[in-house]
């Protein structure tokens, strides 16, 4: 995961139209983002937004990204 950086990630947002998603690390990006998303308001949360039962954007924020990565790096470092 050396190559994922807090300061060059893509929205969350971009990740759904995002362009060439395989060759910019999307999945690693994307995997990260989900990792957090269930790290900070849990699983059943995350099932309920895949469910459609409730709406994402309204728990992404500015800087969530950044914070998904950095809180990641420190995760792995401990692992």
């Keep these: 995961m050396n190559y994922i950086s807090a300061s060059e ?4 947002t ?3 139209g995002f362009d060439n998603f395989v060759d910019n ?3 690693d990006y994307a995997g990260v983002y ?28 500015d800087e969530f990204e950044a914070d998904a990565i950095r809180a990641f790096v420190i995760w792995n470092r401990k692992m």
């Design 14 to 16: 971009d990740l759904i």
């Design 25 to 27: 690390q999307g999945y």
């Design 34 to 61: 989900v990792w957090y998303f269930i790290q900070k308001y849990g699983f059943e949360k995350f099932i309920k937004v895949y469910r459609g039962e409730c709406e994402w954007r309204n728990l992404i924020y």
């Design 9 to 12: 990630c893509p929205r969350v």
